[in-house]
């Protein structure tokens, strides 16, 4: 059975009565997040006593959120099969959702990953809702207005992260079966949500742009009366599984409805009031409390939920006021007694010297300074630690926290044991990103667009195809089933310990339990194992062959040296034997020097010029004739 706008307006006030014990709970730990806290009315007409407001609580949430944060999710898909094809197509949706996730998380002023960190942290809930832009902005993309493409340009996902203090939602066994959120915006910012829908050319667009149409009749006819900064829209949005319907009206800065001009009329305005075109509710509300407590306020359990109950943060704020007080209120006391003639005080100089100036008949006694009351600061230690317990997750991210010489190993136990008590809301925050990664493939299967990524640097898949830089990768609905999507999530928070803590496992069980290398860099966080690998390999082979090279090369070298040496030695042992040689057997026939005395000095056609020889005179320059020849000028012989 369809209902009508009405009907879900009353279901929102119910809704409102339900959720306000919870409301109650998480408005007092904003108060302890900004923090804000003021004096009880008892202690306002007491002079002396300032305000002082613990900030524990508000550093342990957001350095909490910030490690929750730093890290982008890693998406898992399951393969179903072995199959090559498979692998690639798990790898791909993989991929394809890191990709539109990183891009969405940026959109905005902020981080939507620390939005639901801290939401997770804060108030034990986490809701987020998924917008299509290729659902949302017209099928022409010549028909884009300057906003609708400064939209698309942030990615094709919206995911915005609602305070849960304005979310309502029911839960069947089955699971979300509704979800309402109100929420207050400046005109400016409802014209420019809206106006996203303004053309697109489908009957929701039809009934946005008779809305905005409207709202801004509406600012026209009271921008005598405030500025447009001065004008917002308090807006409901309700969405089940049959029904979508968007209304608001135009209010002031405080909330208070604007009136149509000699009416008491409000200027209501009605964004959707139609079926639900979606065919699923684009929304993720996870929750990290029980089940089984009746009362809501008790089914969430936030960090800081014990300070709420107890009203610890409130007693600390208070003793933490009287105690560091003290100093100040002393300050402006008397510091002394004086006794004068004429009852009026003596002169005292506070400044350099402390001189005390007395007349005849004078005296003055200073007062015994009196030390801070040790028990109330006993009291202030106490009730710190009792609140470090529950709020301990701050040292996490502040290192600060921690003395100086404390031992890495006992530091990095302490961040373990932090971690360990936010298991639940890392969980809770892992869920909500699975339920985004879900969202966004219901809205591919829903407007037929697959998922594009762009792969910034080559990818390794599991089955061993390579993707080369720069690659378009496309998923679309073909690639999975509605009905068996196998997508999880992993968050890591990041601290100050994990680096040098994971690549000491890792090492570890490398060693140890000989695990694949690829599967501990999966573990850790890196992206394209296999790429990371395989280049590894080729720059690891590169090196090798250089190196090979360089030694051949050296080798060479080496050789060419020692053959030398041995050239060089030879020569000198030549030398040697010719100068240690007697003259006759240097001899050749007939008296002359042979070829062997001169070490074939003369080549193979010895000393005859005729017959291409080298002349005696330059084959042994210092030799004479007559040695040469065996025969003196007269023909004697030589004696």
Partial sequence: MKHSIDWYQGLMDELDEEFQPLVDMFDYIDDMILPRWSLPDEFTHLTGIMSVVDTAPSDAI???????????????????????????????????????????????????????????????????????????????????????????????????????????????????????????????????HWGLFEN?????????????????????????????????????????????????SLSDKDGNEITRKNSSEAYQFVFADQDNPYGFINWSVRVAGSRLEDRIEYRVNPILAPLYWSKSWDKINLYKSVVFSEPFRRARSPRGVSTTQTGEAVSVDYEEGGDVNLRVGEDYKPFTPLTLDQGAIAIVS?????????????????????????????????????????????????????????????????????????????AQYRSGDRMERGRKLE?????????????????????????????????????????????????????NVGLSYQLWVEEFLKKAEVQAQAQALATKAQMQAQMEAQQAQQQEQQAQQQQAMPPEAALGAGGGMSNAAFGNMGG????????????????????????????????????
């Fill in 475 to 527: 998923s679309g609905k073909y690639d999975f089933d509605l009905n068996e999507l196998g997508v999880s999530c992993r968050v890591t928070p990041s601290t100050p310990t994990d680096r040098m803590e994971q690549l000491n496992m890792a090492i570890l069980l490398s060693e140890k339990m000989n695990m694949p290398s690829s599967e501990l860099l999966q573990e850790m966080g890196y992206d």
């Fill in 604 to 639: 193979s056609q010895g000393f005859n010029p005729a017959f291409g020889g080298t002349p005696p005179a330059l084959g042994a320059p210092s030799m004479t004739r007559e040695t040469v020849t065996g025969q003196p000028r007269n023909g004697n012989g030589v004696r």
């Fill in 62 to 192: 957001r350095s909490a959120a910030v490690a929750f944060s730093r890290n982008i999710p890693i998406f898992s898909v399951m393969p179903f099969t072995s199959d090559r094809n498979e692998y690639n197509r798990a790898q791909g949706l993989e991929d394809n959702l890191r990709y539109q996730f990183t891009r969405a998380n940026k959109r905005g002023n902020g981080s939507v990953m620390y939005d639901m960190a801290e939401s997770s942290l804060r108030y034990d809930t986490v809701a987020v809702r998924t917008d299509d832009l290729a659902y949302i902005l017209p099928k022409n993309k010549k028909n884009w207005t300057p906003l609708q493409r400064q939209a698309w340009s942030h990615g094709r996902f919206i995911h915005t992260v609602y305070n849960p203090k304005n979310v309502r939602y029911l839960y069947s066994r089955m699971g979300l079966t509704m979800v309402g959120c109100v929420e207050t915006l400046r005109v400016t910012n409802a014209l420019s």
């Fill in 382 to 458: 106490a009730l710190e630690a009792a609140q470090n317990r529950t709020t301990g997750a701050s040292v996490i991210g502040d290192t600060t926290k921690i003395d100086s010489r404390t031992p890495f190993a006992t530091f990095a136990a302490m961040v373990k044991v932090a971690l360990s008590r936010l298991d639940k809301q890392n969980e809770t925050l892992a869920d909500t990103v699975t339920d985004t990664a879900c969202n966004m493939l219901y809205w591919v299967h829903k407007t037929d667009i697959p998922l594009t990524a762009y792969v910034e640097t080559a």
């Fill in 200 to 248: 697109n050319d489908t009957e929701e667009g039809k009934k946005v742009a008779q809305a905005l149409r409207d709202l801004r009749d509406a600012v026209d006819d009271n921008k005598d009366n405030f500025n447009l900064k001065d004008m917002y829209v308090t807006q409901t949005y309700v969405i089940d599984h049959e029904k979508l319907c968007v209304y608001g």
